[in-house]
């Protein structure tokens, strides 16, 4: 026989059962976080049309996109590609549906996207994103930036993971602002991504790097020193006060800054304004954000989005504004893992495994199932031939406890169930 | 601005926030009677290499497969394609991962699926399929095709549709073996096929194309009286065995589908034996079912499976039976909503919305927000600065009910929520 290599393809991450059951605990815990806030749940189809998936998208998105080759029986006109993210989807779905929603438009979309990156560790080309957006028609007040943060926190306060979790904020409207006051505005991309890279470098090569990009020794001073200004709303907001910038949009973000931090702090949490955090991609125009995991550095960003004023732009002239966020849950849960943080989390997928010594029992077995499972148990009846040593050893591995049932277990109807970590045996009462 | 069309790809499902509420209901409940009867959840990739997807397949199935273009970055040797079931994935996941996997292994798939069929009303490209399997190693007893069965039934049951579901169970044994004693097994193929198709075409068709298929007058006279046979298990095994049939398979047969059938009785349900089940796909090999919706049988097949002996057999030289059943939910959710089965039983996706006449009292509702999300409630704050009137008819919409918060209960803590089904106004406690 031919051998074929049954391996998944590279960069998927294939599970098994066991760490399946922690994945979708957490993934659970998302969806139902998402949905306690407010969020409706929707779906949009994982291959869509190039003509949308490019409408915006460019360089290096461009390239990782799968694209899909139509059979002779789905043949259209269209090209066609696998999604690479939810919020273009997203844009396309509220131009689509606009009429049938409802604004502003609280949405979750929890789902596989595609990526061709580089094979490397921990990239995947097939991820899991649970994201939650807020999609205005006109307008969009400041207070859902604060309720997308929130959510998210709630979210990972819900993981206990034993680690604090720390909110970085910031609003692009301060550097933008403060480069205009500079007379640095030609150079804002550049500067953007100097510094949303600054933390992965040396400080060196930071300053290096505004250098190439024109900068004079006096701008860099200033802008390191901007980028490091970091900590409490009252401190940061303070010092960039401080500074005197004129500039309109400066003060703007300023402004926004502190009423986003405001909300989020009236809600419990300690957030942090960052003024290293300002996201890579071009379309955020406002507030940006980041979680880290501070005891756990190593990991980088858990979490991260902001806001959009216009990402519907490609496909109406009608004004949306959005802010959202999204978790990437297939790259948390191997991170997680490699820090150590969810190992001895391990869910055993069931709660009982009923093993009936002989097939007179199986159903008496399947009766006591039943009602087990009507108490919310997941069950599982070992219906096989084998020893009841290896059926108990079968039991062990997937459920928590097992129940043996055999003529006297009939008879009486007095069943003992053992705890297979523990091991005690308690008396089941049905 | 160049108008794009917004509109998802042809064959998707893409549903308003209201049905992917509902949608998601029936999912979750899948999930949930899936995990209930001890079977564990798993995940494969959407893309997997063409090598292992058309090691079995062939023809139709085919054409049918979405061919993924690797990108630059993520290129390697091996051609790759979209799953276009689970079936086949599963095969790959238990040959790779045999060593750490507990046998029998209990197993559910929820997913998408993709096939690129001709564009047709109620005929999805990218669909959901919800999975249960059982693999053995070496052997599996048959008590597990009765436990496949039930696990379909009770999901079923669990969606509360209101019309009854009725279990069409056969064995393949019994076909093959019949055409074995009337020396027509070469026909068996063509014969399979015919009456896999007899419920969709007259009588007479079915007449017609077993003769095309070379039978004589006696023998169709036979296979359709055969066909017809059907009703409960003491009925339909009394007529077989009448037939005096020597054929060992046959006889085989005969016994599998009386045992399997006895186990579901002894579990409460009424299953009814039907010669005319015998399912459409060659790796079948014994029990073969489908439910049908009897007070709707403009509907079809809503859920469907079978034995199959040799599921690895292209990768690994061990012997790994198995049996299995899917429900096809994407195309499931389509027919019901068509026939009116769940148009009643739409879901409105959150319980309430907060709605605070204005910013003062923002704080105050995200304080009660948070206490009713404690209590298990999905809550929104409505944070526009829209009139009263029309945040509570954004509210309708999307909740069960709406709370107003103003000064008044602010100072009182006495909150009021009102049903926006019943118009009833009833104190809130919490």
Do not use: W
Not at 17 to 29: D, G, I, S
Not at 45 to 58: N, S
Not at 193 to 205: F, G, Q
Request: a negative charge.
């Amino acid at each position: 026989m031919k051998k074929i290599n049954t391996s998944p393809i590279s960069g998927a991450q294939e599970l098994l059962p066991e760490q399946q059951a922690t994945f979708n605990n957490l993934k659970n815990k998302i969806g139902e976080v998402y949905h306690a806030h407010g969020f409706l749940s929707i779906e949009t189809p994982t291959i869509d049309r190039t003509e949308i998936l490019f409408a915006k998208a460019g360089g290096d998105t461009e390239k990782q996109v799968y694209k899909v080759v139509k059979t002779a029986e789905a043949a259209d006109e269209a090209d066609q590609a696998l999604r690479f993210d939810h919020t273009v989807p997203l844009a396309r779905y509220v131009v689509e549906h606009e009429s049938n929603l409802t604004f502003p438009f609280k949405v979750t979309q929890i789902g596989r996207n595609f990526r061709g990156e580089r094979a490397q560790k921990g990239r995947f080309r097939e991820f899991y994103q649970c994201d939650v957006d807020v999609i205005g028609r006109g307008n969009l007040p400041l207070a859902y930036d604060a309720d997308i943060i929130t959510t998210l926190l709630d979210a990972f306060e819900k993981f206990e993971l034993g680690t604090p979790v720390l909110p970085r904020i910031n609003n692009r409207k301060i550097l933008n602002g403060l480069l205009m006051e500079l007379g640095l505005n030609s150079q804002a991309g550049e500067v953007f991504d100097i510094i949303d890279h600054a933390e992965k470098v040396p400080p060196e090569t930071t300053k290096a790097n505004l250098e190439a990009a024109g900068l004079n020794k006096n701008e860099i001073t200033k802008i390191v020193a901007f980028a490091n200004l970091h900590g409490s709303r009252e401190f940061v907001v303070k010092n960039l006060k401080s500074l005197g910038i004129k500039d309109e949009l400066y003060n703007e973000g300023v402004d926004e800054l502190d009423t986003v931090l405001g909300l989020i702090e009236a809600q419990g949490y300690q957030p942090e304004a960052d003024m290293k955090i300002v996201r890579g991609l071009d379309y955020y125009t406002g507030t940006v954000f980041e979680f880290v995991l501070p005891e756990h550095r190593e990991i980088g960003s858990v979490c991260g989005g902001g806001r959009y004023e216009n990402l519907t732009g490609n496909f109406t002239e009608q004004l949306m504004p959005g802010v959202g966020g999204s978790i990437g849950l297939t790259r948390l849960f191997y991170v997680l893992n490699e820090s150590g943080l969810i190992k001895d989390k391990m869910i055993k997928p069931l709660d009982y495994v009923i093993v009936p010594i002989s097939e007179n029992e199986t159903e008496f077995a399947f009766e006591t199932a039943g009602k087990l499972r009507a108490k919310g148990y997941k069950v599982d009846v070992n219906l096989t031939d084998k020893k009841l040593g290896d059926k108990l050893t079968y039991a062990a591995k997937i459920a928590k406890s097992g129940i043996v049932i055999g003529e006297d277990e009939v008879k009486s109807g007095a069943l003992k169930a053992k705890d297979f970590e523990t091991g005690e045996t308690t008396e089941l009462k049905i």
